[in-house]
């Protein structure tokens, strides 16, 4: 499962805290509101119950016929409804009173001369009832008040504070937006710097700002490694250059040296003979470590500079071959060029891009009897380049190793085959990254290993 960027996530936090805590302070808030407004409202409903109930008593002791006009003002004046009890006979009520509004215990609480009240939630509608006893007169007055206004009020009220959960939630994103990014960006420049590093940009630094004590501080730490890395590197490349130019001198003689004996072989013993042939075998190879290694060091250094041109890719692959094969000493591998492909620009470094397909066929003559063929084909804006052998191939656990500078494989212990000094494919992998190419390892048509290089293709002239 892929996991989510850090900037998302810690938008995602602010946002689902600013709802969370948002929604917690919307919830106290109305329920806090809902019964501080339903308990006002009680004490005032409650109070003019008290005052409700005298007039129905000094209108039963004064006018009875007049209750049921007092009955219909009261109404109009507090917008409640108003039932008279006496001997447990309902003498009057206010229209639409109903009795099913007052429940059986507040009724028979009344009746044991007890004043009570009694809120009732019904079908979501909030009803409170208040039952005042009146013993003079052996008489009950039930008054029922509906909080139609205060229920209005309510949803105001949840309206608004759920707006303001929403506008609170979009805010605390924004702020986790804006707070993400003086966050993250360091660490995006971080990458990218390091990524520009690990292709080779060795001169790439971050900006340095004092706006942020921490940030400032990372900046500098980075930059440090970076020098001091860059230092280590050309320490070590200066060391390899000074060590294999030291090493051509006395190179040099040991050549001579052998190819005097080789004039002279007929004169030596089998022994002697067999002796020649390993010192010739072994200072083959040494020739071409020290040169790997000289030309290693000066990538490595910078003292090599890549000089790019655009020029026709068929052609200049045609020259490297017959100069590799030449050099080697060896037959002109097969060219083969996939139809549609016409002769397409490419970019590179003549010289470099000769000694990749040097060293990738040298690399075939000494572990697969020698290429088969060149094959070249295009794929989308990309030009490959793909040397078939027929030998035993490579593994699929050691086709990135066979890139790593030293790494022979099974040759590594094995003297009876052909041996490589190692670097011979570094070297490869490091001029087609130059080029802005890859290159890979897989299983070619004749059952052997197949180099892919695989170039992009470019637009216009060659220079």
Do not use: C
Not at 359 to 378: F, K
Not at 407 to 432: E, M, P, Q, W
């Amino acid at each position: 499962m892929r996991r989510r960027s850090l900037r998302l996530r810690l938008l995602v936090t602010f946002g689902l805290g600013a709802f969370v805590l948002s929604s917690m302070f919307a919830s106290l808030t109305y329920f806090g509101v809902q019964r501080l407004l339903i308990a006002n409202q009680q004490q005032t409903d409650l109070r003019q119950s008290y005052v409700n109930a005298a007039l129905v008593r000094s209108t039963l002791y004064t006018s009875p016929p007049q209750l049921a006009n007092l009955l219909a003002s009261i109404q109009k004046a507090t917008a409640s409804f108003v039932l008279v009890q006496t001997h447990h006979q309902w003498l009057a009520r206010s229209n639409p009173a109903a009795t099913k509004d007052v429940s059986a215990a507040i009724i028979k609480l009344v009746n044991e001369g007890h004043a009570t009240e009694q809120t009732l939630n019904i079908n979501g509608e909030i009803i409170f009832v208040v039952g005042v006893p009146i013993p003079a007169v052996e008489t009950q007055v039930f008054e029922v008040f509906r909080l139609n206004s205060l229920e209005h009020t309510l949803q105001i009220l949840l309206f608004v504070l759920g707006a303001g959960a929403l506008i609170t939630s979009f805010i605390g994103m924004s702020g986790g937006l804006w707070v993400t990014r003086r966050a993250v960006r360091p660490l995006e420049e971080v990458s990218r710097a390091a990524a520009q590093i690990a292709d080779g940009a060795l001169t790439t630094r971050l900006a340095v700002t004092r706006a942020d004590r921490e940030v400032q501080q990372l900046g500098e730490s980075f930059n440090e490694m970076v020098s001091q890395l860059v230092q280590r590197l050309e320490r070590d490349a200066r060391f390899a250059s000074d060590v294999s130019h030291e090493l051509r001198s006395p190179l040099t003689t040991l050549a001579t040296t052998a190819s005097v004996l080789q004039q002279h072989r007929p004169d030596l013993s089998p022994a002697g003979q067999e002796s020649l042939d390993l010192l010739l075998a072994d200072l083959s190879i040494f020739q071409s470590l020290v040169e790997d290694l000289l030309e290693m060091a000066r990538s490595d250094a910078g003292a090599a500079p890549l000089v790019m041109e655009t020029v026709r890719a068929i052609e200049l692959l045609r020259q490297s071959v017959r100069s590799a094969a030449g050099h080697q000493a060896l037959s002109e591998p097969t060219l083969e060029i996939e139809p549609g492909v016409d002769d397409p620009f490419v970019k590179v470094d003549r010289r470099r891009f000769e000694r990749v397909i040097t060293n990738l066929i040298d690399n075939a003559h000494r572990y697969a009897d020698g290429a088969v063929a060149l094959r070249v084909s295009r794929v989308g804006e990309q030009l490959a380049i793909n040397v078939d052998d027929a030998g035993p191939g490579i593994t699929p656990d050691e086709r990135e190793q066979v890139f790593e500078r030293f790494f022979r494989g099974r040759a590594a212990n094995d003297r009876g085959i052909a041996r490589g000094t190692g670097l011979g494919l570094a070297l490869v992998r490091d001029h087609v990254r130059a080029f802005g190419g890859t290159i890979t390892v897989a299983t070619s048509p004749e059952g052997g290993a197949r180099f892919q290089i695989v170039l992009p293709i470019v637009e216009g002239d060659p220079e």
